[in-house]
């Protein structure tokens, strides 16, 4: 879906080949076709289309309104813009309530958007998900901790997971679990940075820390975070950009 390039698009097996040889692994959302070709021309290895464009770009109050069908318009567009990054398309809430469905709409990103992998959140409880899209032969990234879609049985109030020794044994339960069933990475959402450090050295696949401290394989960044567009300003985020303000002079202008 991609244009002609001489650079062949990575795959699971070159981020495992990063993570295997020490390197960082930098990862940034995107949403739509000209701010993929700039992150892919930039050399971003890693690219998910989060269901955070529900709150980011499409004005939703939360993810959880995210449908399939806006995650596959997003997700092909991004791939259009790309020709090198691994695009990781992020399953909407309730798109995998089961084995069965969780497969079908996983081959919908791959067959009808061109994503090459997808997400899945929670530990134990979406192991057997993360197996079922595994076994499909679909490359699966997990994702533990503070997890969007799961806000509401989580208190509503976004928060830093595992602080507690009990919390912090399930979420090294989930790590683990994800990584058994499948998963080839794993994102790590809002935990402890000394929680991070020991999944990070307990797993074998690489952990991708967004507000987990420094310790994990790679990083994952809202891309608007990243270039200092709208009023929320994540804790976990450093802005490299004021594009808010240059906008908002370039239109008065």
């Given at each position: 879906m991609?244009g002609?390039?001489?650079?062949?698009?990575?795959?699971?097996?070159?981020?495992?080949?990063?993570?295997?040889?020490?390197?960082?692994?930098a990862?940034?959302?995107a949403y739509?076709?000209?701010?993929?070709?700039?992150?892919d021309d930039a050399?971003?290895p890693?690219?998910?289309?989060?269901?955070?464009v529900?709150?980011v770009?499409l004005?939703?109050?939360s993810?959880?309104?995210?449908?399939?069908?806006d995650?596959?318009?997003?997700?092909?567009?991004?791939?259009?813009g790309?020709?090198?990054a691994?695009?990781?398309?992020?399953m909407?809430?309730l798109?995998?309530?089961t084995?069965?469905e969780?497969v079908?709409n996983?081959?919908?990103?791959?067959?009808?958007a061109?994503?090459?992998?997808v997400k899945?959140?929670?530990?134990?409880?979406?192991?057997k998900?993360i197996?079922?899209?595994?076994?499909?032969?679909i490359?699966?990234?997990?994702?533990?901790?503070?997890?969007p879609?799961?806000q509401?049985?989580?208190?509503?109030?976004?928060?830093?997971q595992?602080?507690?020794?009990?919390a912090?044994?399930?979420?090294?339960?989930?790590?683990?679990?994800?990584?058994?069933?499948?998963?080839f990475s794993?994102?790590?959402?809002?935990?402890?940075?000394q929680?991070?450090?020991?999944?990070?050295?307990?797993?074998h696949i690489?952990?991708i820390?967004?507000?987990?401290?420094?310790?994990?394989s790679?990083?994952?960044q809202?891309?608007?975070?990243?270039l200092?567009?709208?009023?929320?300003?994540?804790?976990h985020?450093?802005?490299?950009?004021?594009?808010?303000?240059?906008?908002a002079d370039a239109t008065r202008?």
């Open positions: 991609s002609p390039s001489s650079t062949p698009r990575l795959t699971v097996a070159d981020i495992g080949k990063l993570y295997a040889e020490g390197q960082r692994i990862m940034l959302t739509d076709y000209p701010s993929a070709k700039l992150l050399g971003i890693f690219i998910l289309v989060g269901d955070s529900g709150t770009l004005g939703y109050d993810e959880i309104r995210v449908t399939m069908e995650m596959l318009h997003h997700t092909a567009a991004v791939v259009r790309t020709s090198r691994l695009v990781v398309g992020d909407p809430f798109s995998y309530a084995p069965a969780a079908d996983a081959v919908r990103f791959l067959q009808e061109g994503a090459q992998a899945v959140e929670g530990g134990v409880r979406s192991a998900i197996e079922a899209i595994s076994r499909a032969g490359p699966v990234m997990g994702h533990i901790g503070w997890t879609q799961s509401h049985g989580l208190g509503g109030k976004v928060k830093v595992g602080k507690s020794r009990d912090a044994r399930a979420v090294l339960h989930d790590a683990v679990a994800v990584q058994e069933a499948g998963a794993i994102v790590l959402g809002l935990v402890p940075e929680l991070a450090a020991v999944i990070t050295q307990r797993l690489p952990t820390g967004i507000g987990a401290g420094p310790h994990c790679g990083q994952v809202v891309v608007t975070d990243l200092g567009l709208g009023t929320f300003r994540p804790k985020a450093r802005p490299y950009a004021d594009l808010q303000a240059t906008i202008r």
